[in-house]
């Protein structure tokens, strides 16, 4: 296909994207944001108002709180303050536990009222903020639990010191939402009541210890969305990365490299069986089973010739390059509602029978066909790429109409230059 223009219909794809493309794309919250731990994390930030809470405190040498652990440091006792987070050599620690020890040149993220945090100064430490705007000067990245004490619950009538919370539990509680109001302040000394919610941090296995526990629902965490086994992405992008050279370089047949890299990810535990059972969109394979006798029976009864006949003369009085043009339109269409494999089984036998009627180049003819199977722009069910960034970019049907207009028209374009250029096809 190379020598048709492809390279050429891919620049003029990108350039026409990076100039225009992308300022007809929506600019709106997509599922990926709202359901990924960053996304999930702010949204419960904005919702408790806790940005305007959270400071970020070093701990210069000499400070009083210096090698003293946060539950002896008096941080909360005194003034009230939560501490979320510990920055130190350059990583988190999130939901630092009582016996943490506090280092010299700590940073702390914590939680508190103005007038509380700015006490700190007068323990030695250096309060994050300059002429009254926010200073965080490392991200935390800090994951967010929402838990609701349901009615009948025991936590009923009691404050989280009265229940030890932190020590049982190993999570710090934030902030309270009740009646439509977020406290922020003291959260540890309030009397739970039936609906309150509770922010809360801390490690994903305090979290499944707390979901097992009656006396609390865990209604959404950010721990949920994190990859359940992020130490086998190398293996992933090893085995990703061998199948794709494989393929380049013609080391095995794509299909073999293709079920070799398959067998290899389940292998190295990657994925188990019933994952990759999945995985699989069986849809599309018994869609393809089912067409491949239609292909047949296009070509056996005849249907095939009549069709190409008729498109034939139709288009034949303006030339070969008006017939590549329809054809090349007619799968576009067939493309944007079924898979490409399944239309190039549909207007493949067509197409060959009015190129051998007319004289045009078998080859040319079929890549002006496969290129055509490839340009699934104008609906997400061109193509199972399109179905699966539907709900990641928060697309629409009408999104990817509005911009795969522009593509189409580049592509059948592209394809006809190619034709002249490179098959001399006038």
């Known amino acids: 296909m ?9 620049l003029v794809s990108l350039a026409y994207m990076a100039l225009f493309g992308r300022r007809l794309l929506p600019e709106r919250e997509s599922l990926a944001g709202m359901v990924s731990p960053t996304g999930l994390s702010r949204a419960l930030r904005e919702t408790y108002q806790l940005d305007e809470r959270l400071w970020e405190v070093r701990v210069p040498p000499g400070s009083r709180v210096v090698n003293t652990a946060l539950s002896h440091s008096r941080i909360g006792e005194e003034l009230g303050i939560t501490v979320v987070a510990i920055w130190r050599n350059h990583h988190a620690i999130l939901a630092p536990s009582p016996i943490e020890i506090i280092n ?7 939680l508190g009222r103005d007038d509380r945090v700015r006490r700190l100064t007068e323990w030695g430490l250096s309060v994050g903020r300059e002429n009254g705007a926010k200073s965080l000067q490392h991200d935390y990245s800090v994951d967010l639990t929402e838990v609701v004490i349901p009615p009948r619950s025991s936590a009923i009538g009691k404050t989280l010191k009265e229940l030890r919370f932190r020590n049982k539990y190993g999570l710090t509680s934030v902030a309270l939402w009740r009646e439509g109001r977020s406290i922020r302040t003291d959260v540890g000394l309030e009397p739970l009541k039936v609906g309150d919610a509770l922010l809360m941090v801390g490690p994903v296995r305090s979290i499944k210890t707390l979901a097992g526990e009656r006396d609390f629902l865990v209604l959404q965490s950010s721990h949920v969305y994190q990859p359940p086994m992020p130490h086998k992405a190398k293996w992933a992008l090893l085995i990703t990365a061998l199948v794709l050279l494989a393929s ?27 994952e990759a059972y999945r995985a699989v969109e069986w849809r599309v394979v018994f869609l393809i089973a089912g067409m491949l006798p239609v292909s047949i029976a296009l070509t056996n009864t ?27 339109i007619l799968t576009v269409l ?18 060959v029978t009015a190129a051998l009627q007319v004289g045009v180049p078998v080859q040319a003819m079929a890549v002006a066909v496969a290129i055509a199977c490839s340009a699934a722009f104008l609906s997400p069910l061109g193509h199972p790429v399109n179905v699966l960034m539907m709900g990641p970019g928060g697309y629409t049907f009408g999104d990817f109409a509005k911009v795969g207009i522009g593509m189409t028209v580049i ?16």
């Open 2 to 10: 190379v020598p048709v223009g492809v390279v050429v219909i891919v």
């Open 104 to 110: 010299a040149n700590d940073y702390l993220l914590v």
């Open 248 to 274: 380049i370089f013609e080391v095995v047949p794509i299909a073999e490299a293709m079920l070799a890299g398959a067998v290899a990810v389940v292998l190295t535990g990657c994925l188990n069986m019933d």
């Open 302 to 328: 005849g249907l095939a010739a009549i069709i190409g006949d008729a498109l034939v003369n139709r288009l034949e009085p303006f030339g070969s390059l008006a017939l590549i043009a329809g054809l090349f």
């Open 334 to 351: 067939i493309t944007q509602v079924m898979a490409g494999q399944v239309s190039a089984l549909i207007v493949g036998p067509i197409a």
């Open 411 to 426: 592509a059948t374009v592209m394809i006809l230059v190619g034709m002249i250029l490179f098959w001399g096809i006038r």
